[in-house]
């Protein structure tokens, strides 16, 4: 691995606040009072920013020109030019507060939450101007923007009911607010493609609602009661799937032409070979030196934990769920499994690898245009997996990084790992990818569905039975692969 991968010496950093700027040329690094921007490629400092105080949170705008900091203590923000170290500007909410701040798509302009959620208030970089938007339900969630920028969707909640409203973020001017169906909205993202708003509901009751920018309720999924619902959920890259982890460590696939469930993926304790017969386990040596990972067929065991019931935020369920460069695989994470990463091939949904690991796994991350996952479960290494096996890169001895957080570039060439006080760059060196069918096929708008196709996704929805692919667990009941 030592011939594709380079570690950069070790710097220090505070509260984690480490962040690629959206070219990925720049590093932006809090240290204390002090926003250090450096070269990618070097490490050279390229600016040096002293702050009135703490920084607790880093944001770049989308050109990589500005650097927003925020220090919510004294309530107050400040915003950084990269190539003209002379401009500045400070943001100051006075008693109101401030309680989260980022940039709009445009990266011109900055929303400020409130303390308390009184107001978002936007402040323009270029003319000064300031529009306010009151009460927004939630802090640092429930807002999001459509793919091209144009319009904000915000939670909001008044009278005790739940609604969303629709700005239009040239002027910033409300177009319209609709009622939702949620008992306790928690938050809320548009499809990639499309003008399609997903909506999920309170923890405690499992609900997902789809919206169109008219304010239609297209689809409103409830799988269960009684029970905790929704702990993760994704858009496929393409938009025209939605992945869904939920409490029951289950993740669900719904389609965009009925909005029903597509497929079903389980995590179970015991995987046997008819669970996915092509399926891969790569298993990290318990006393693992810098080599590789055994791989073997299934069956498999996995180790789990037993969640305490009585605190808050249980460690069970999907916990993570992220999709791949062209959504070509879908890997997840079930919590009270730790040590286990499943990777499912994002055509059929069936398991395509798990990796069992030494420690639990905290990170993982797709590399942005390859099938490359990269993961970290706390050592001094990291770990890489691609449809063509696992590997190992130790990191160097004279480091003692703990990795414990990842996250790739946008040119997917740096890789920087982050342990509590510290940090290091790992330059990955990969050949070209071949593109294979699946790949080039996705890269296109989805193809129109034949009028089989059609009628066979109708029936799921209309419930009528149909064909699954299953395997039974250790009790005889039927684990999860279901194929609508």
């Known amino acids: 691995m030592s011939d594709i991968v380079q570690y950069s010496e070790c710097h220090s950093q505070s509260g984690g606040h480490v962040r ?22 070097t490490l050279q400092i390229v600016q ?32 950084w030019s990269v190539s003209n170290k002379e401009w500045h500007c400070k943001i100051d909410e006075g008693p109101v507060g401030l309680a989260h701040a980022r940039f709009s798509p445009d990266g011109r302009h900055v929303l400020v939450t409130a303390d308390f959620r009184l107001r978002i208030t936007i402040w323009s970089l270029c003319d000064r101007s300031v529009y306010y938007i009151r009460f927004p339900k939630h802090v640092g969630k429930g807002l999001d923007f459509t793919s091209d920028g144009k319009v904000m969707a915000l939670a909001e909640r008044t009278d005790a009911r739940d609604s969303v409203g629709l700005f239009v973020t040239d002027g910033w001017k409300p177009l319209r607010t609709f009622p939702v169906a949620s ?15 997903c909506i999920i509901d309170t923890v405690l009751q499992y609900q997902v609602l789809l919206y169109n920018a008219e304010g239609q309720q297209l689809q409103s999924y409830r799988p269960y009661d009684h029970a905790l619902g929704v702990k993760t959920y994704a858009w496929h890259p393409l938009g025209h799937l939605l992945a869904i982890g939920s409490y029951d460590e289950r993740c669900r696939l719904l389609n965009s032409l009925t909005w029903q469930r597509l497929a079903e993926c389980s995590h179970p304790l015991n995987l046997r ?66 040590r286990a990463l499943w990777v499912w091939d994002g055509s059929s949904m069936l398991l395509h690898s798990v990796l069992l690991q030494a ?10 245009t390859q099938q490359l996952l990269a993961l970290c479960t706390g050592a001094s290494k990291v770990y890489m997996w691609s449809p063509r096996g696992c590997r190992t890169a130790p990191l160097p001895v004279a480091h003692e ?11 997917g060439d740096a890789l920087l790992l982050l342990d509590a006080d510290r940090f290091c760059v790992c330059f990955v060196s990969l050949p070209a990818e071949p593109a294979d069918e699946y790949d080039l096929d996705r890269r296109k708008a989805p193809a129109p569905l034949t009028e089989e ?10 419930g009528t039975p149909r064909m699954t692919s299953s395997a039974g667990d250790a009790d005889g009941g039927a684990d999860t692969v279901e194929i609508g």
């Open 453 to 462: 196709e059609e009628q066979m996704l109708r029936m799921v929805a209309d």
């Open 48 to 79: 040096l920013y002293g702050c009135i105080d703490a920084i607790e949170d880093i944001t770049w705008s989308c050109d990589s020109e500005y650097v927003l900091c925020s220090i919510q203590k004294r309530g107050s923000a400040q915003v």
């Open 273 to 338: 070979d008819s669970f996915s017969e092509d399926g891969v386990a790569w298993i990290e040596p318990e006393e693992a030196n810098g080599g590789g990972y055994a791989a073997r067929r299934l069956p498999l065991t996995i180790p789990t934990l037993r969640p305490n019931p009585d605190k808050a935020n249980p460690k069970v369920g999907v916990g993570h769920l992220e999709w791949s460069a062209h959504g070509r695989f879908l890997a997840t994470r079930n919590d009270n499994m730790p």
């Open 183 to 197: 008992t306790d909205l928690d938050d809320l993202k548009w499809a990639p493609v499309g003008d399609i708003l």
């Open 20 to 41: 690629f700027s959206p070219d990925g040329r720049f590093i932006a690094t809090a240290a204390g009072y002090r926003l250090i921007v450096r070269d990618v490629d």
């Open 359 to 368: 420690g639990p796994v905290r990170s993982a991350a797709w590399h942005p």
């Open 401 to 411: 990084l703990s990795v414990h957080t990842l996250k790739w570039n946008a040119s």
